[in-house]
């Protein structure tokens, strides 16, 4: 069974930067999708970045140009890379792996961007 661990998050000034990861424990086999999702306080999860199997990735607009996934299958760990943050990407992000139809996630890491 996949486990997975956030890592990373924290307080953050407007315009800094910040990596989370998120290792994967368990087999990587069969591993269709990886993403990042967020959910901010009162509001609904949603996917900020997902990448395939063949390194195809998607972006919600908002985070287009300043976040970048990524990831090292020989450390079956998973980045994601944000920077020129904006008080609007607080949030609690979380770390999602679609594998053989089967969702797993994260317990998820706190990102504030806050003066």
């Known amino acids: 069974q996949v486990r997975l661990q956030e890592s990373g998050g924290g307080l953050v000034q407007p315009g800094g930067s910040l990596r989370l990861s998120c290792v994967v424990s368990?087999?990587?086999?069969?591993?269709?999708?990886m993403g990042w999702y967020r959910q901010a306080p009162g509001k609904q999860r949603e996917m900020v970045t997902i990448?395939?199997?063949?390194?195809?990735?998607t972006y919600r607009p908002s985070v287009k140009g300043r976040f970048t996934i990524s990831r090292d299958n020989a450390k079956k760990t998973m980045y994601l890379q944000m920077t020129s943050l904006e008080p609007e990407d607080t949030a609690v992000y979380y770390c999602?792996?679609?594998?053989?139809?089967?969702?797993?996630w994260g317990k998820g890491t706190l990102v504030t961007v806050s003066s």
């Open positions: 999602n792996v679609l594998q053989r139809g089967l969702d797993y």
């Open positions: 368990g087999s990587i086999l069969g591993i269709n999708v």
């Open positions: 990448i395939t199997g063949n390194d195809d990735t």
